[in-house]
């Protein structure tokens, strides 16, 4: 049997963790697996205690937690992978955020799809799911419409949310692996992504293997959803400057933002009569905003907010 870690960054969502950790102990799946938790609120530990709560009750799954102090995304990842390295055999790490819970043939299909592709990095699908139905406007713009893998994704970067990694590839990368500048920004992920991709990583997507993503009412809105296109643009172009020449990264990402600016009056007279396209304009229009903060170093930080319990 394959040796899988499944990897779970949290803060400060006690509820959803004990979802997803008692999804995965429905998992239908001949892997050996074990469950990794790292709890970024060293104050309160509601993740620690959860874990704490269901391994006395005889967890069918090893389940082991560690607390990180540093506050920030990219830290937790980090820690997680890093125990995993020098404290595990596992072949493979599996990642899920605390806000997600796994379909019960997730794992296999991951596997399945790894052992047919020989991919290093598979991405899958997430479902997501309302607390209340967001508006119209909202309903299909990125992060709050479901995400699906086509033949289109490997275009581009897929999140940490909902990834199965080899260790290998892991184990050759220079650390940390998330860099901590994208500690509370967003945009962690890309950057490893874009590294494993400069390393000769191979990726697939795997639209079978899906997460269900519960979207709590505070971001089922059309605010929450140009913010999340603003900060996506931040990221992104903050991974670019990073990984190419200013001027190749800036020369490209010119043209985007002045069509997304140019385009945008005659773009969204087209949407009006379709309410659900409504939003696209205005989300490509925030996400040149954040580009452009981040060319004069501006970043904005997404994840300083929780939303969900």
């Given at each position: 049997m394959v040796d899988v870690t499944i990897a779970i960054p949290t803060f400060r969502r006690p509820r959803g963790l004990e979802r997803l950790l008692a999804a995965i102990e429905?998992?239908?799946?001949?892997?050996?697996?074990?469950?990794l938790v790292a709890d970024n609120d060293a104050e309160r530990g509601d993740g620690a205690a959860?874990?704490?709560?269901?391994?006395t009750g005889d967890y069918r799954w090893p389940l082991?937690?560690?607390?990180?102090?540093?506050?920030?995304?990219?830290?937790?990842?980090?820690?997680?992978?890093?125990?995993?390295?020098?404290?595990?055999?596992?072949?493979?790490?599996?990642?899920?955020?605390?806000?997600?819970?796994?379909?019960?043939q997730w794992l296999d299909t991951f596997l399945c799809a790894?052992?047919?592709?020989?991919?290093?990095?598979?991405?899958?699908?997430?479902?997501r799911e309302y607390e209340r139905r967001p508006g119209l406007w909202a309903a299909h713009c990125p992060g709050v419409a479901s995400t699906r893998v086509t033949s289109k994704?490997?275009?581009?970067?897929?999140?940490?949310?909902?990834?199965?990694?080899?260790?290998?590839?892991?184990?050759?990368?220079?650390?940390?692996?998330?860099?901590?500048?994208?500690?509370?920004?967003?945009?962690?992920?890309?950057?490893?992504?874009?590294?494993?991709?400069?390393?000769?990583?191979?990726?697939?997507?795997?639209?079978?293997?899906i997460c269900t993503e519960l979207v709590p009412a505070s971001r089922a809105n059309l605010r929450w959803a140009l913010q999340r296109a603003y900060r996506i643009g931040n990221s992104d172009m903050r991974v670019a400057l990073k990984h190419e020449s200013v001027i190749a990264a800036m020369s490209r990402e010119a043209v985007k933002i002045a069509g997304a600016v140019l385009l945008f009056p005659f773009l969204f007279l087209l949407s009006l009569?379709?309410?659900?396209?409504?939003?696209?304009?205005?989300?490509?229009l925030y996400r040149a905003g954040g580009k452009i903060a981040a060319i004069f170093g501006r970043h904005f930080n997404e994840y300083a907010v929780v939303h969900g319990d």
């Amino acid at each position: 049997m394959v040796d899988v870690t499944i990897a779970i960054p949290t803060f400060r969502r006690p509820r959803g963790l004990e979802r997803l950790l008692a999804a995965i102990e429905k998992l239908e799946t001949t892997a050996n697996v074990s469950v990794l938790v790292a709890d970024n609120d060293a104050e309160r530990g509601d993740g620690a205690a959860v874990c704490e709560r269901l391994r006395t009750g005889d967890y069918r799954w090893p389940l082991e937690w560690i607390i990180v102090r540093q506050r920030g995304i990219a830290q937790t990842r980090n820690a997680l992978i890093e125990h995993v390295l020098a404290k595990s055999h596992a072949e493979f790490i599996a990642m899920v955020d605390d806000d997600e819970w796994p379909h019960r043939q997730w794992l296999d299909t991951f596997l399945c799809a790894q052992k047919e592709t020989g991919a290093d990095v598979l991405y899958g699908a997430v479902v997501r799911e309302y607390e209340r139905r967001p508006g119209l406007w909202a309903a299909h713009c990125p992060g709050v419409a479901s995400t699906r893998v086509t033949s289109k994704s490997n275009d581009t970067m897929p999140g940490a949310g909902n990834v199965l990694l080899r260790r290998s590839c892991l184990e050759g990368l220079p650390k940390p692996c998330f860099d901590p500048a994208f500690a509370l920004t967003g945009g962690e992920d890309k950057d490893l992504f874009t590294r494993l991709r400069k390393q000769g990583c191979r990726f697939a997507g795997v639209d079978d293997a899906i997460c269900t993503e519960l979207v709590p009412a505070s971001r089922a809105n059309l605010r929450w959803a140009l913010q999340r296109a603003y900060r996506i643009g931040n990221s992104d172009m903050r991974v670019a400057l990073k990984h190419e020449s200013v001027i190749a990264a800036m020369s490209r990402e010119a043209v985007k933002i002045a069509g997304a600016v140019l385009l945008f009056p005659f773009l969204f007279l087209l949407s009006l009569p379709f309410a659900t396209r409504r939003a696209e304009p205005l989300c490509k229009l925030y996400r040149a905003g954040g580009k452009i903060a981040a060319i004069f170093g501006r970043h904005f930080n997404e994840y300083a907010v929780v939303h969900g319990d």
